[in-house]
């Protein structure tokens, strides 16, 4: 986690902090999520452990970090609450929660911008299209 | 850090009887699903935690056990996907079946109209963490986890509070038929909701409906006797108060420790004074609106965990510090 690379390109999820950035994150971010009222519904029948670990996953794929995540696991992960009438509106709070949680923990807007960048190539398969 | 060294060399995985080697650069998962031993699985990077198991002798890596909460870290849990051995190990996997030691019944007494005090004594003294909980075994088979009510360090006991349940045929067994005297089986102690003494400057909430106070009663007394200086609060919720117990003993306690606060709840019609009226979750929510720093022990009814496990984190608790025991009820 920690170990120096000595290439000067560093990887976004590097650069972010890695595994101990989405450790300080996690709980910001789905605490935000959790209390906004414009999305929370969407989660009113998960357990709350088994979500903050799906929520870990989110933001190290978010944070450019390693993945399994494939389109089609997007599409299926979500299609209930598509069902439940997900759109833009709701994607767009997500991601507005998670530039707030990296604003409160000081990150540069360059790495928030890379990082919503990132949760925009998921957009169309999140939301079904 | 894994030094070089270690991933190169093979150790000897020991489970019940039998010995698998750990080839070098294979996780004790790797081996295991090799081995085709049954464990369950699924994200392979320590994210689902569904591949917990436990060392039962030596500390596991510290990486393994990245994410687990204090209390199973403690004792020696680890996820089999993210751990290099070190050294050899011998594991314990979550099904295996377990060790009963027998015990004789000393107390059987009513704490309310259906709770049910009963203190099991042994031998040799019963090594637990205040909150646990074990399975109860009878002659038959049938079999039933309750929580333990009391510290280790009184007695070489365990106190449970039984509630009688409609059509509970172990519950009713236990309320009906046994006798002081009687000997029963118990398992070796589970669970992870129970008390370390850390940050004892912490705020503790402990919510418990019915007899989860059983477990948040011996969390509160382990709490208390390792000098736990932060505010303690104890609500404790039930419809009537006849289905309350250990008031006075609460109130009590009130007395003898300053930072100690208990608020009986009843959601029923009638509510004498000195009781709090409503739902005991509105009731904590009311009392405290901000929970940040604060450990939480939530035992009882699964709906009230389940909202309270939310509400809490949402009110500033860490999610690490939530520790909760969901009383399933088992049919028949």
Excluded at chain 1, 26 to 40: A, G, Q
Excluded at chain 2, 88 to 112: A, H, W
Excluded at chain 2, 184 to 204: D, K, M, N, T, W
């Amino acid at each position: 986690m920690t170990d120096t690379q000595d290439n000067a390109e560093k990887s976004l999820y590097e650069r972010i902090g890695a595994e101990p950035a989405v450790n300080a994150a996690v709980d910001i971010f789905y605490r935000k999520v959790l209390s906004d009222h414009r999305i929370n519904r969407f989660f009113d029948n998960v357990d709350m452990e088994k979500q903050a670990a799906k929520q870990k996953a989110f933001l190290t794929m978010a944070f450019g970090g390693p993945h399994n995540y494939t389109g089609e696991d997007m599409r299926k992960g979500h299609a209930h609450l598509v069902k439940m009438g997900l759109d833009d509106s709701h994607f767009d709070a997500v991601v507005e929660n998670l530039g707030a949680t990296l604003e409160e923990l000081n990150v540069p807007q360059e790495l928030i911008a890379e990082v919503v960048a990132i949760c925009e190539t998921t957009r169309n398969d999140v939301l079904g299209r | 850090m894994e030094s070089v060294l270690s991933k190169n060399k093979m150790y000897t995985l020991t489970i019940e009887d039998n010995t698998y080697f750990c080839q070098p650069h294979e996780t004790v998962l790797d081996t295991l699903l090799r081995e085709n031993i049954a464990i369950s699985y699924a994200c392979k990077k320590g994210t689902c935690h569904s591949c917990i198991v436990c060392s039962s002798d030596i500390l596991p890596p510290e990486a393994a056990q990245t994410g687990l909460k204090n209390t199973q870290k403690k004792h020696n849990y680890f996820l089999a996907c993210l751990c290099h051995p070190e050294q050899d190990m011998v594991i314990k996997l979550p099904d295996q079946s377990e060790l009963y030691t027998e015990g004789t019944v000393v107390v059987n007494k009513l704490l309310n109209r259906n709770t049910l005090l009963l203190i099991i004594a042994f031998k040799d003294a019963f090594e637990f963490n205040a909150g646990q909980f074990v399975n109860l075994q009878r002659s038959d088979g049938l079999t039933r986890s309750y929580s333990i009510a009391n510290i280790p360090q009184e007695s070489n006991s365990l106190e449970f509070h039984i509630r009688r349940l409609p059509n509970g045929r172990f519950s009713e067994w236990l309320h009906d038929e046994i006798k002081i005297g009687d000997t029963i089986a118990v398992s070796e102690p589970r669970g992870h909701c129970f008390y370390l003494p850390e940050r004892s400057e912490q705020g503790l909430l402990l919510v418990g409906t019915g007899t989860g106070l059983a477990p948040l009663a011996g969390i509160l007394t382990d709490a208390l006797a390792q000098g736990h200086s932060g505010p303690i609060y104890l609500f404790h919720g039930s419809r009537d108060v006849e289905d309350l117990y250990r008031i006075d003993e609460m109130r009590q306690l009130v007395d003898q420790h300053e930072n100690f606060h208990y608020i009986p709840c009843l959601s029923g019609n009638y509510v004498p004074e000195g009781f709090s009226h409503g739902r005991v979750n509105d009731i904590v929510l009311a009392s405290l609106p901000d929970l940040k720093g604060w450990r939480v022990f939530l035992c009882g009814h699964p709906d009230m965990i389940k909202q309270m496990k939310t509400m809490t984190f949402i009110k500033g608790a860490a999610s690490a510090d939530i520790y909760t025991d969901a009383f399933l009820v088992t049919s028949g």
